[in-house]
Structure formats: C-alpha cells, structure tokens
C-alpha cells in the first residue's frame, strides 16, 4: 500500500520529540549526540526518531569522518503549508465574516443608545 507524501509528514511530525529535533535542527546541522542532549532517552531512541524524520524526507544524514551531521530539509514542510493555505484562506473569510457582524452589533447598539429626537 503506498502512503502518500503528506500522510508521511504528518505521521512524522506526530510526535513532540521529532518536532524538538526538526526545531534543534533549524538552527543548523548537529550530531546525534547534540541533538539528544536535551531529552531523557538514550541515543537508540534519538537515533529512532531521526530514522522516522530521514524515510519522512525531512532531514539528511552525511559521514564526514568520525561525524555524522543531521541536516533539515523543508522541503516536505512547504508541502503541509500548501495544503494549510486553504484553511487559513477560510478562517480568514470566516473572521471576515465575524468581524462585519461584530461591527453591525457595534452600530446597533450605538443607534439604540442615542437618546431620540421627538
């Protein structure tokens, strides 16, 4: 069964820990181990959350020596604000919508409050 692109991201960014790792990571590349410093888990469990991250295409493992850097790519996330364009187009339109009626009340309530000329 193929899964589409969106569905994989979203799977991905499903959890609060791989979120920290992609926000850690848009400061700049860093090592397993530098990314791990902040949580209470062991490296295997990092090193887990960066393979969902790498099949998810969201981030990039190179070899330089010793070191192996984690390098974001946001590409994917441009992807998930395309599909959210069309619900901010609509709560937009629907605040639109809210503030015009707040603005109508606003007219009727100062129209009601003006003492009449009789």
Same mark, same amino acid.
């Given at each position: 069964m193929s899964t589409d692109q969106l569905s994989i991201t979203f799977a991905a960014l499903a959890d609060p820990t791989?979120?920290?790792? @992609?926000?850690?990571?848009? =400061?700049?590349? *860093?090592?397993?181990?530098?990314?791990a410093q902040p949580f209470e888990m062991s490296l295997p469990?990092?090193?887990?959350?960066?393979?969902?991250l790498e099949r998810a295409g969201l981030i990039t493992r190179s070899r330089e020596a010793q070191w192996r850097p984690c390098r974001l790519v946001a590409d994917? @996330?441009?992807?998930?604000? =395309?599909w959210? *364009?069309?619900?901010?187009?609509?709560w937009e339109q629907s605040f639109d919508r809210l503030d015009d009626y707040l603005q109508?009340?606003?007219a009727e309530e100062a129209n009601t409050d003006r003492p009449s000329k009789s």
């Amino acid at each position: 069964m193929s899964t589409d692109q969106l569905s994989i991201t979203f799977a991905a960014l499903a959890d609060p820990t791989r979120r920290a790792l @992609l926000a850690h990571l848009s =400061h700049g590349e *860093a090592s397993v181990t530098e990314l791990a410093q902040p949580f209470e888990m062991s490296l295997p469990a990092i090193s887990k959350h960066l393979k969902v991250l790498e099949r998810a295409g969201l981030i990039t493992r190179s070899r330089e020596a010793q070191w192996r850097p984690c390098r974001l790519v946001a590409d994917p @996330l441009k992807n998930v604000d =395309h599909w959210l *364009a069309q619900y901010r187009q609509f709560w937009e339109q629907s605040f639109d919508r809210l503030d015009d009626y707040l603005q109508e009340l606003q007219a009727e309530e100062a129209n009601t409050d003006r003492p009449s000329k009789s």
